[in-house]
């Protein structure tokens, strides 16, 4: 009997859990490196985001800021870096050491 009024309770706390886990600014979105290409190619994140990227290339690549705001050294194959977002807006990425990579993260 008690089973039966909980079970409403419980399915509406797991999905504001849920919501709460997938919304949490603090958790990394990952952009992998693979192929000489950034993946996802455009990512949409939310303000104090921290994106990481991952080299899962056999060469070095480089994160870099059009704008001069990041800039990571060589990535050599398993290697990673991570920036936090603080502030809104379109910032554009590309590897120093291949510029035709290039990448966008969108920040809510």
């Not at 603090?26 to 455009?42: A, E, N």
């Not at 050294?73 to 870096?81: C, E, K, P, Q, V």
Request: glycine content about 4%; charged content about 15%; overall charge neutral.
């Amino acid at each position: 009997m008690y089973i039966k009024r909980l079970a409403p309770l419980v399915a509406a706390l797991w999905l504001v859990w849920a919501a709460a886990a997938a919304a949490d600014p603090t958790q990394p979105d990952q952009v992998l490196i693979k192929d000489f290409m950034f993946s996802p190619m455009t990512l949409t994140t939310k303000v104090g985001a921290a994106v990481t990227w991952v080299n899962q290339d056999d060469e070095p690549h480089t994160i870099v800021s059009d704008t001069g705001l990041f800039r990571s050294g060589a990535l050599d194959t398993g290697n990673s870096y991570t920036f936090r977002f603080d502030k809104p807006g379109r910032y554009h990425v590309f590897c120093s050491m291949h510029p035709q990579m290039t990448a966008m993260i969108v920040v809510q």
